[in-house]
T-cell receptor, first 110, second 112 residues
Framework: DAKTTQPPSMDCAEGRAANLPCNHSTISGNEYVYWYRQIHSQGPQYIIHGLKNNETNEMASLIITEDRKSSTLILPHATLRDTAVYYCIVLPGGSYIPTFGRGTSLIVHP | NAGVMQNPRHLVRRRGQEARLRCSPMKGHSHVYWYRQLPEEGLKFMVYLQKENIIDESGMPKERFSAEFPKEGPSILRIQQVVRGDSAAYFC??????????FGPGTRLTVL
């Protein structure tokens, strides 16, 4: 699996967009980018995934650069409940075991 | 729609006892995964099961740990002769056809 690099922590004001970066410079052509998050003491929660096109759902948007070496998860209007550790994971298509690294600890403040 | 259910949510055992952790996947999901999260660390994959079959147990410790997912009933993660180092949060996830995984709330095991 391609390794990912994320900043250890970020903060964001409530109501503003939270942009969480992820570098995956060794990603290969059949590998997808997945994002999960884990709110304190809870199980991880799937957010979104993509291959090469930008993706959007009710939770977030995923922007993948054209060379696919990095991506950004965007929470358009962060709330206090979005405070969590966010994990960027790269998985080959058909693979089933995400490897959770350290992730980015996002703190949304009032 | 009920999500992934795990019980008990908290489990306390003394060293040498057995711990049994249960996981009921989401309705329609036949793939179950177990992860362990030690304090202040990330989740580590343990085992992947489909109904009555272990598909991948590469993350399971070689001794004392076992998992099953019977035809009927929940998946069980069993830890025999627990030691203090087994204290952790154990998360179960389920999926359909190996797609994105949905996680349960976890079982927090404390070994005294």
């Amino acid at each position: 699996d391609a390794k990912t690099t994320q900043p250890p922590s970020m903060d964001c004001a409530e109501g503003r967009a939270a942009n969480l970066p992820c570098n995956h410079s060794t990603i290969s052509g059949n590998e997808y980018v997945y994002w999960y998050r884990q709110i304190h003491s809870q199980g991880p929660q799937y957010i979104i995934h993509g291959l090469k096109n930008n993706e959007t759902n009710e939770m977030a948007s995923l922007i993948i650069t054209e060379d696919r070496k990095s991506s950004t998860l965007i929470l358009p209007h962060a709330t206090l409940r979005d405070t969590a550790v966010y994990y960027c994971i790269v998985l080959p298509g058909g693979s089933y075991i995400p490897t959770f690294g350290r992730g980015t600890s996002l703190i949304v403040h009032p | 729609n009920a999500g992934v259910m795990q019980n008990p949510r908290h489990l306390v055992r003394r060293r040498g006892q057995e711990a049994r952790l249960r996981c009921s996947p989401m309705k329609g999901h036949s793939h179950v995964y177990w992860y362990r999260q030690l304090p202040e660390e990330g989740l580590k994959f343990m085992v992947y099961l489909q109904k009555e079959n272990i598909i991948d147990e590469s993350g399971m410790p070689k001794e004392r740990f076992s998992a099953e997912f019977p035809k009927e009933g929940p998946s069980i993660l069993r830890i025999q002769q627990v030691v203090r180092g087994d204290s952790a949060a154990y998360f179960c996830a389920s999926s359909s056809k190996g797609n994105e995984q949905f996680f349960g709330p976890g079982t927090r095991l404390t070994v005294l």
